[in-house]
Protein backbone atom coordinates (compact mmCIF):
# COMPACT_ATOMS: atom_id res chain seq x y z
CA UNK A 1 0.00 0.00 0.00
CA UNK A 2 2.80 2.53 -0.88
CA UNK A 3 2.32 4.68 -3.42
CA UNK A 4 4.37 7.16 -5.16
CA UNK A 5 3.02 10.37 -6.93
CA UNK A 6 5.01 12.67 -9.33
CA UNK A 7 3.54 16.19 -9.18
CA UNK A 8 2.03 15.77 -6.57
CA UNK A 9 1.27 19.16 -5.65
CA UNK A 10 -0.48 19.71 -8.92
CA UNK A 11 -4.25 19.54 -8.96
CA UNK A 12 -4.20 16.07 -9.71
CA UNK A 13 -1.95 14.76 -7.61
CA UNK A 14 -3.70 16.84 -4.65
CA UNK A 15 -6.97 15.07 -5.04
CA UNK A 16 -5.14 11.58 -5.60
CA UNK A 17 -2.81 12.08 -2.64
CA UNK A 18 -6.26 12.86 -1.12
CA UNK A 19 -7.57 9.51 -2.09
CA UNK A 20 -5.10 6.97 -1.69
CA UNK A 21 -4.50 8.53 1.90
CA UNK A 22 -8.43 7.73 2.73
CA UNK A 23 -7.90 4.25 1.28
CA UNK A 24 -5.08 3.97 3.53
CA UNK A 25 -1.88 4.23 1.62
CA UNK A 26 1.26 5.43 2.56
CA UNK A 27 1.61 8.40 -0.41
CA UNK A 28 5.05 10.10 -0.95
CA UNK A 29 4.72 12.58 -3.54
CA UNK A 30 7.66 14.37 -5.85
CA UNK A 31 8.09 17.66 -6.35
CA UNK A 32 10.95 19.58 -8.87
CA UNK A 33 13.68 20.82 -7.31
CA UNK A 34 13.16 25.13 -7.28
CA UNK A 35 9.57 24.71 -8.80
CA UNK A 36 8.11 27.33 -6.78
CA UNK A 37 5.00 25.49 -6.81
CA UNK A 38 4.48 25.38 -3.47
CA UNK A 39 2.13 23.08 -1.06
CA UNK A 40 -0.58 25.01 -1.35
CA UNK A 41 -2.86 22.38 -2.77
CA UNK A 42 -2.20 20.12 -0.54
CA UNK A 43 -2.51 22.50 2.25
CA UNK A 44 -6.24 23.01 1.12
CA UNK A 45 -6.88 19.75 1.19
CA UNK A 46 -6.11 19.55 4.54
CA UNK A 47 -3.27 16.49 3.81
CA UNK A 48 -0.03 18.18 3.12
CA UNK A 49 1.58 16.69 6.72
CA UNK A 50 0.20 13.20 5.42
CA UNK A 51 2.26 13.23 2.10
CA UNK A 52 5.80 12.36 2.24
CA UNK A 53 7.52 14.99 -0.39
CA UNK A 54 10.79 14.18 -2.13
CA UNK A 55 12.60 16.46 -4.14
CA UNK A 56 12.92 14.41 -7.52
CA UNK A 57 13.51 16.05 -11.63
CA UNK A 58 11.99 13.38 -13.78
CA UNK A 59 14.64 14.54 -16.53
CA UNK A 60 17.32 13.26 -14.21
CA UNK A 61 17.62 9.65 -15.28
CA UNK A 62 19.72 8.07 -11.96
CA UNK A 63 18.01 10.08 -9.60
CA UNK A 64 14.22 8.90 -10.76
CA UNK A 65 16.15 5.62 -10.78
CA UNK A 66 17.69 6.09 -7.22
CA UNK A 67 13.97 6.83 -5.63
CA UNK A 68 12.72 3.88 -7.20
CA UNK A 69 15.12 1.41 -5.93
CA UNK A 70 14.66 3.22 -2.35
CA UNK A 71 11.12 3.51 -2.39
CA UNK A 72 10.41 -0.12 -3.89
CA UNK A 73 6.45 1.68 -4.89
CA UNK A 74 3.77 -0.74 -5.50
CA UNK A 75 1.46 1.89 -7.09
CA UNK A 76 3.48 4.77 -9.06
CA UNK A 77 1.28 7.47 -10.70
CA UNK A 78 2.94 9.65 -13.08
CA UNK A 79 1.68 13.33 -13.26
CA UNK A 80 4.64 15.21 -13.42
CA UNK A 81 5.37 17.10 -16.43
CA UNK A 82 4.54 20.85 -18.40
CA UNK A 83 0.66 21.08 -18.40
CA UNK A 84 0.02 23.54 -20.67
CA UNK A 85 -0.37 23.88 -24.62
CA UNK A 86 0.29 27.35 -24.44
CA UNK A 87 3.31 26.99 -22.88
CA UNK A 88 4.55 24.15 -25.36
CA UNK A 89 4.82 26.30 -28.24
CA UNK A 90 7.13 28.76 -26.27
CA UNK A 91 8.72 26.10 -24.90
CA UNK A 92 9.14 23.15 -27.08
CA UNK A 93 12.35 21.54 -25.94
CA UNK A 94 11.84 22.17 -22.12
CA UNK A 95 8.00 20.51 -22.82
CA UNK A 96 9.85 17.49 -24.55
CA UNK A 97 12.44 16.71 -21.81
CA UNK A 98 9.82 17.00 -19.49
CA UNK A 99 6.82 15.32 -20.41
CA UNK A 100 8.16 12.92 -22.89
CA UNK A 101 11.86 11.75 -21.44
CA UNK A 102 10.39 12.57 -18.08
CA UNK A 103 7.94 9.67 -18.57
CA UNK A 104 10.72 7.47 -20.53
CA UNK A 105 13.17 7.56 -17.28
CA UNK A 106 10.32 6.16 -15.20
CA UNK A 107 9.29 3.42 -17.13
CA UNK A 108 12.91 2.36 -17.20
CA UNK A 109 13.47 2.62 -13.59
CA UNK A 110 10.19 0.62 -13.07
CA UNK A 111 11.47 -2.45 -15.48
CA UNK A 112 15.14 -2.06 -13.96
CA UNK A 113 14.34 -1.71 -10.24
CA UNK A 114 10.57 -2.38 -9.42
CA UNK A 115 9.21 -4.63 -12.36
CA UNK A 116 6.06 -5.38 -10.29
CA UNK A 117 4.75 -2.32 -9.48
CA UNK A 118 1.94 -0.79 -11.60
CA UNK A 119 1.96 2.38 -13.75
CA UNK A 120 -0.48 4.95 -13.99
CA UNK A 121 0.77 7.28 -17.23
CA UNK A 122 -1.56 10.42 -17.71
CA UNK A 123 -1.73 11.12 -21.10
CA UNK A 124 -4.53 13.73 -22.82
CA UNK A 125 -7.54 14.08 -25.13
CA UNK A 126 -5.06 16.87 -26.99
CA UNK A 127 -3.55 13.58 -28.65
CA UNK A 128 -6.78 13.20 -30.77
CA UNK A 129 -5.92 16.76 -32.15
CA UNK A 130 -8.25 17.29 -35.04
CA UNK A 131 -9.57 13.64 -35.08
CA UNK A 132 -13.27 13.71 -35.30
CA UNK A 133 -15.88 13.55 -31.92
CA UNK A 134 -16.59 11.37 -30.39
CA UNK A 135 -13.25 10.27 -29.68
CA UNK A 136 -12.19 6.82 -28.03
CA UNK A 137 -9.17 4.04 -27.40
CA UNK A 138 -9.31 3.18 -31.26
CA UNK A 139 -9.73 6.97 -32.40
CA UNK A 140 -6.55 8.06 -34.53
CA UNK A 141 -4.18 10.40 -32.79
CA UNK A 142 -3.46 13.71 -34.77
CA UNK A 143 -1.86 15.74 -31.71
CA UNK A 144 -1.60 19.62 -32.87
CA UNK A 145 0.97 21.08 -30.10
CA UNK A 146 4.17 20.48 -28.56
CA UNK A 147 2.66 19.13 -25.80
CA UNK A 148 0.63 16.37 -27.09
CA UNK A 149 3.94 15.23 -29.75
CA UNK A 150 5.26 14.80 -25.89
CA UNK A 151 2.27 13.30 -24.52
CA UNK A 152 1.60 10.97 -27.32
CA UNK A 153 5.76 9.74 -27.31
CA UNK A 154 4.89 9.01 -23.45
CA UNK A 155 1.70 7.02 -24.42
CA UNK A 156 3.56 5.23 -26.87
CA UNK A 157 6.55 4.40 -24.41
CA UNK A 158 3.70 3.14 -21.82
CA UNK A 159 1.74 0.85 -24.21
CA UNK A 160 5.92 -0.44 -25.80
CA UNK A 161 7.00 -0.85 -22.43
CA UNK A 162 3.42 -3.31 -21.06
CA UNK A 163 3.87 -5.26 -24.51
CA UNK A 164 7.74 -5.32 -24.76
CA UNK A 165 9.02 -5.75 -20.98
CA UNK A 166 5.51 -6.54 -19.20
CA UNK A 167 5.20 -3.99 -17.01
CA UNK A 168 1.71 -3.14 -15.54
CA UNK A 169 1.34 0.39 -17.43
CA UNK A 170 -1.74 1.75 -17.74
CA UNK A 171 -2.54 5.30 -19.79
CA UNK A 172 -5.51 7.40 -19.32
CA UNK A 173 -6.20 9.75 -21.56
CA UNK A 174 -7.51 12.10 -19.88
CA UNK A 175 -10.47 14.72 -21.01
CA UNK A 176 -10.00 17.97 -19.38
CA UNK A 177 -11.24 18.42 -15.96
CA UNK A 178 -11.14 21.02 -13.40
CA UNK A 179 -11.65 22.01 -9.97
CA UNK A 180 -11.06 24.81 -7.26
CA UNK A 181 -7.66 23.87 -7.56
CA UNK A 182 -7.00 25.02 -11.04
CA UNK A 183 -3.98 27.35 -11.66
CA UNK A 184 -5.27 30.42 -13.56
CA UNK A 185 -2.82 29.23 -16.66
CA UNK A 186 -5.58 27.27 -18.08
CA UNK A 187 -8.66 29.08 -19.06
CA UNK A 188 -10.92 27.84 -16.77
CA UNK A 189 -9.33 28.59 -13.82
CA UNK A 190 -8.25 32.00 -15.60
CA UNK A 191 -12.13 32.70 -16.02
CA UNK A 192 -12.90 31.80 -12.31
CA UNK A 193 -10.29 34.17 -11.41
CA UNK A 194 -11.66 36.63 -13.57
CA UNK A 195 -14.91 36.47 -12.37
CA UNK A 196 -13.66 36.89 -8.75
CA UNK A 197 -11.56 39.64 -9.66
CA UNK A 198 -14.43 41.91 -11.29
CA UNK A 199 -16.71 40.61 -8.66
CA UNK A 200 -14.24 42.86 -6.04
CA UNK A 201 -13.92 45.41 -7.72
CA UNK A 202 -9.88 44.90 -8.68
CA UNK A 203 -10.65 44.66 -12.76
CA UNK A 204 -13.14 45.34 -14.92
CA UNK A 205 -13.06 43.24 -17.85
CA UNK A 206 -11.63 39.62 -19.08
CA UNK A 207 -9.74 38.90 -21.64
CA UNK A 208 -10.37 35.50 -23.69
CA UNK A 209 -9.06 33.54 -26.76
CA UNK A 210 -11.33 31.19 -28.96
CA UNK A 211 -14.76 31.48 -27.06
CA UNK A 212 -15.96 29.00 -29.75
CA UNK A 213 -13.49 26.15 -28.29
CA UNK A 214 -15.50 23.24 -27.38
CA UNK A 215 -14.10 20.74 -24.74
CA UNK A 216 -15.34 17.66 -22.79
CA UNK A 217 -15.09 19.43 -18.71
CA UNK A 218 -15.25 16.99 -15.75
CA UNK A 219 -14.08 17.26 -12.41
CA UNK A 220 -10.86 16.08 -11.30
CA UNK A 221 -11.82 14.39 -8.48
CA UNK A 222 -13.97 11.75 -10.66
CA UNK A 223 -10.83 11.36 -12.43
CA UNK A 224 -8.34 10.49 -10.00
CA UNK A 225 -10.36 7.74 -8.75
CA UNK A 226 -10.19 5.97 -12.71
CA UNK A 227 -7.00 6.19 -11.69
CA UNK A 228 -6.90 4.49 -8.89
CA UNK A 229 -9.31 2.03 -10.73
CA UNK A 230 -7.26 1.00 -13.23
CA UNK A 231 -4.09 0.25 -11.22
CA UNK A 232 -7.02 -2.07 -9.21
CA UNK A 233 -7.98 -4.32 -12.38
CA UNK A 234 -6.56 -7.42 -13.37
CA UNK A 235 -5.12 -6.58 -17.03
CA UNK A 236 -2.94 -3.62 -17.84
CA UNK A 237 -4.56 -1.32 -20.41
CA UNK A 238 -5.56 2.07 -21.54
CA UNK A 239 -8.79 4.36 -20.97
CA UNK A 240 -10.59 7.15 -22.12
CA UNK A 241 -11.51 9.13 -19.57
CA UNK A 242 -14.72 11.63 -19.89
CA UNK A 243 -17.96 12.99 -19.09
CA UNK A 244 -18.94 12.86 -22.63
CA UNK A 245 -20.53 16.34 -22.74
CA UNK A 246 -18.63 19.02 -25.00
CA UNK A 247 -19.41 22.66 -23.83
CA UNK A 248 -17.71 25.74 -25.29
CA UNK A 249 -15.16 28.69 -23.47
CA UNK A 250 -18.13 30.95 -23.91
CA UNK A 251 -20.80 28.54 -22.19
CA UNK A 252 -18.29 28.18 -18.80
CA UNK A 253 -17.80 31.81 -18.65
CA UNK A 254 -21.45 32.79 -19.29
CA UNK A 255 -22.13 30.32 -16.51
CA UNK A 256 -19.44 31.34 -13.75
CA UNK A 257 -20.60 34.98 -14.43
CA UNK A 258 -24.26 33.90 -13.96
CA UNK A 259 -22.97 32.26 -10.68
CA UNK A 260 -21.64 35.86 -9.58
CA UNK A 261 -25.24 37.39 -10.23
CA UNK A 262 -23.13 39.06 -13.50
CA UNK A 263 -23.66 39.35 -17.27
CA UNK A 264 -20.56 37.63 -18.97
CA UNK A 265 -21.46 39.72 -21.92
CA UNK A 266 -20.40 43.11 -19.92
CA UNK A 267 -17.00 42.18 -18.99
CA UNK A 268 -15.44 39.29 -21.10
CA UNK A 269 -13.19 40.46 -24.53
CA UNK A 270 -12.27 38.93 -27.37
CA UNK A 271 -8.61 39.20 -27.86
CA UNK A 272 -6.64 37.33 -30.93
CA UNK A 273 -3.37 37.63 -29.44
CA UNK A 274 -4.60 34.79 -27.11
CA UNK A 275 -5.27 32.35 -29.80
CA UNK A 276 -3.29 29.28 -30.05
CA UNK A 277 -0.25 29.01 -32.62
CA UNK A 278 -3.07 25.52 -33.68
CA UNK A 279 -5.94 24.79 -32.27
CA UNK A 280 -7.35 21.08 -31.83
CA UNK A 281 -11.16 20.22 -32.80
CA UNK A 282 -14.36 19.55 -30.89
CA UNK A 283 -12.46 17.16 -27.95
CA UNK A 284 -15.25 14.69 -25.91
CA UNK A 285 -14.23 12.14 -25.20
CA UNK A 286 -16.46 8.26 -24.87
CA UNK A 287 -15.72 6.54 -22.10
CA UNK A 288 -18.05 3.38 -22.55
CA UNK A 289 -14.54 1.18 -22.11
CA UNK A 290 -13.88 3.02 -18.60
CA UNK A 291 -17.64 2.58 -17.93
CA UNK A 292 -18.15 -1.59 -18.87
CA UNK A 293 -14.51 -2.89 -17.36
CA UNK A 294 -13.46 -0.37 -14.67
CA UNK A 295 -17.06 0.87 -13.35
CA UNK A 296 -16.11 3.91 -13.33
CA UNK A 297 -18.24 6.70 -14.42
CA UNK A 298 -18.22 10.69 -13.21
CA UNK A 299 -20.30 12.08 -10.68
CA UNK A 300 -20.22 16.15 -10.82
CA UNK A 301 -21.86 17.53 -13.50
CA UNK A 302 -20.35 20.06 -15.95
CA UNK A 303 -23.14 23.28 -14.27
CA UNK A 304 -21.97 21.57 -11.03
CA UNK A 305 -18.28 21.97 -11.65
CA UNK A 306 -18.76 25.21 -12.96
CA UNK A 307 -20.13 26.73 -9.61
CA UNK A 308 -18.13 24.70 -7.38
CA UNK A 309 -15.28 26.47 -8.43
CA UNK A 310 -16.96 29.63 -8.28
CA UNK A 311 -17.95 29.24 -5.11
CA UNK A 312 -14.75 28.59 -3.87
CA UNK A 313 -13.15 31.49 -5.29
CA UNK A 314 -15.69 33.74 -3.96
CA UNK A 315 -15.55 32.28 -0.33
CA UNK A 316 -12.04 32.15 -0.19
CA UNK A 317 -12.21 36.07 -1.43
CA UNK A 318 -14.72 36.67 1.90
CA UNK A 319 -12.76 34.08 4.23
CA UNK A 320 -9.67 36.87 3.28
CA UNK A 321 -11.77 40.28 3.97
CA UNK A 322 -13.13 38.23 6.98
CA UNK A 323 -9.58 37.68 8.84
Known amino acids: MRALITGVTGQDGAYLAQLLLEKGY ?25 VRLIPLDLENAPEVRRTVR ?7 Y ?3 G ?10 PLATAAANAMGALHLLE ?12 QASSCELFGLSAAPQNESTPFQPRSPYAVAKLFAHGMTVSYRQSYGLF ?7 SHESPLRGKEFVTGKIVDGV ?4 RGVADALCLGNLEARRDWGFAGDYVRAMWLMLQHEQPDDYVI ?34 RATEAGELVGDATKARTVLGWQPQVRFTELVHMMVDEEIANFELRISN
Open 196 to 199: GRIK
Open 169 to 175: ACSGILF
Open 70 to 76: ELRPGEV
Open 26 to 50: EVYGTQRPNSGSGTGRLQALGIEGD
Open 109 to 120: ALRLDAPVARLF
Open 82 to 91: QSSVVASFEQ
Open 242 to 275: ATGEAHSVRDFAELAFARAGMDWRTYVRHDPSLL
Open 78 to 80: NLA
